[in-house]
């Protein structure tokens, strides 16, 4: 777009006036491109991590076979010893309590303060890891391996695997359905504010066509009005998401910790950038629709 | 500079407005368009800017066919035209500059330009003073002069007014003419619609008289020939 400063300059300065002017509803259809956005991103941020989480399971073949607290070292020996002596199995691991905490630190990378929030706690099971020759070995053994005195469960990948892949499914189907919906109010909720506006500056748009100034001239101040309310409703959803994900990382991190969430970043900057995208979209679209509606220039 | 040649207009509830209008106007000239109210002057006058289009005919200003631009070529034709109302149309919430500047504005004039030329049209219509205010602060006849600032301050060939004394009182209907004249006198051309018969008599001007949607006259040097 090739303008003069001057004429952005008059742009800018409309805008500003006309989103005061519009006082409430600019507020109203700031506060609904967030909540849309907000709602839009939590999801995505779930979808992500469903699927991260359901690839990582698919790739294991391996048994994690974790055993109760009170089990002492003689029977944890014993324990090591029959799951090795087991068929198909080619490798068993044994990883204490203390390894454990330790390898998750390490997963944790530049994060560590997520731990400081554990205590002095350790959440992690003793546990072997029992490397089978195939995933068909995998549904024979883990019954078997249940049954061992002391073992608290045996779990592997595959079975989540399954659900997790339909959660999935229906993440996305729930999360589009919910999506759309969103958009479409957040749509309305724009285009409704636009209209205020065409209808306060009906006599200027009209002067504005007396003196020659073209189309593209009257609308755009009503577009920018529409991206300015989305980019902002985007910015707070924004904002929101990174706090909420992060606070919720470091609680899952605390608790769940065996679950592989995506880190934070760059995750998160890729989301903030595709919700401002979106936001501004709206912002854009919804005013478009309003030019249209009620603007004949 | 203005070319009608068998223009006539039937609005769709079917009332034929203007009916073969025929008429030529040279560069630089004063022109009244006259007639009893109701008469096609405001149709006359909104097909020059292409607000009204004709149901057959042709219309040429200066030298274009308007009725054959593009819709994104007819703000470029607006360009050359300056068009005044009877009731101003100016905006409540801007200064007498800003209404001005205005007009400047939305066609991207450059800036440093804008504020020496609207002082400079707001000289012309003695507003100088005044650059400050409200419209809401000033009389009619000071508010017209506002429109009249903002219709010739991007140099218009051709200047269009709709009964702009309409609302004034003889005594500021004058003021105005003098400021027309004015116009008129640095070559700009002029084509207003009024009913003051004693300005149009007294102006001595070109009178083009309508009636019922026709040219009943159309003499140099006229009179407003109606019985009031
Ligand atoms: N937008 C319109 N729709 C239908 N009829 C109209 C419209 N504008 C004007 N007319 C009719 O056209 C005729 C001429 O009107 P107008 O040009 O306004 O006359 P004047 O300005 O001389 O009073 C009138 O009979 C009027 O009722
Ligand atoms: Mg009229």
């Known amino acids: 777009m090739d303008m003069s400063f001057s004429t952005k300059e008059y742009f800018v300065r409309e805008t500003y006036k006309s989103i005061r002017r519009n006082g409430f509803m600019s507020f109203a259809s700031i506060s609904t491109v967030a909540v849309s956005l907000l709602v839009l991103g939590m999801f995505l941020l779930i979808f992500l991590n469903t699927n991260n989480l359901a690839k990582y399971l698919e790739s294991q073949v391996q048994i994690s076979v974790y055993m109760l607290d009170e089990a002492d070292n003689e029977e944890l020996e014993s324990v090591g010893k029959r799951l090795s002596e087991m068929e198909g199995v080619e490798k068993v691991t044994f990883i204490s309590k203390d390894e454990a905490l330790e390898k998750f630190r390490e997963r944790l990378g530049d994060q560590q303060q997520l731990l400081d929030s554990l205590g002095s706690d350790n959440p992690f099971p003793n546990y072997f890891d029992v490397q089978v020759d195939s995933p068909e070995r995998i549904q024979q053994l883990t019954p078997q391996i249940s049954e061992l005195p002391q073992v608290e469960t045996a779990k592997f990948g595959q079975e989540v695997v399954e659900n997790l892949f339909q959660l999935t499914r229906i993440l996305r189907f729930g999360g589009i359905m919910l999506v759309v919906f969103l958009s479409m109010a957040t749509l309305f909720i724009i285009s409704n504010t636009i209209r205020l506006t065409v209808f306060a500056r009906r006599k200027e748009v009209v002067i504005m066509k007396y003196v020659g100034a073209t189309d593209w001239f009257i609308r755009w101040p009503f577009l920018l009005e529409g991206m300015t309310l989305g980019f902002f409703g985007a910015i707070v959803a924004a904002l929101l998401i990174n706090i909420i994900y992060s606070g919720l990382q470091t609680k899952i991190y605390a608790t769940l910790a065996f679950l592989p969430l995506l880190p934070a970043y760059p995750l998160l900057t890729y989301v903030s950038f595709f919700l401002l995208v979106a936001g501004t979209g709206i912002g854009a679209l919804g005013s478009y629709i309003s030019l249209r509606k009620f603007l004949r220039v | ?228």
């Open chain 2, 1 to 228: 500079m203005l070319l009608m040649s068998n223009v006539s207009k039937i609005y769709p509830g079917g009332s034929t407005a203007l009916q073969d209008v025929n008429i030529h106007i040279e560069p630089g000239e004063f022109v009244f368009v006259v007639g009893p109210s109701g008469a096609g002057k405001s149709t006359f006058i909104k097909m020059l800017f292409r607000e009204v289009i004709p149901t057959t005919g042709s219309i040429f200003v200066n030298g274009i066919d308007i009725l054959k631009l593009q819709e994104k070529e007819i703000p470029y034709m607006r360009r050359q035209l300056g068009i005044i109302f009877q009731d101003y149309r100016l905006l409540p919430d801007r200064t007498v500059y800003e209404n001005v500047a205005f007009a400047m504005q939305v066609i991207e004039a450059p800036h440093r330009k804008i504020k020496r030329r609207v002082m400079n049209v707001l000289e012309l219509v003695g507003l100088r003073n005044r650059c400050n205010s409200y419209p809401n602060e000033l009389s009619g006849g000071e508010q017209q002069r506002i429109a009249i600032a903002r219709a010739i301050v991007n140099d218009p060939l051709l200047v269009i007014a709709d009964e702009p004394t309409g609302n004034l009182d003889p005594e500021t209907s004058w003021d105005i003419m003098e400021i027309f004249k004015e116009i008129n006198a640095s070559g700009t051309t002029i084509v207003m619609a009024t009913h003051d018969k004693e300005i149009v008599d007294a102006m001595g001007k070109r009178v083009i008289a309508i009636e019922k949607g026709r040219i009943v006259r159309d003499e140099k040097n006229g009179v407003y020939g109606y019985e009031l």
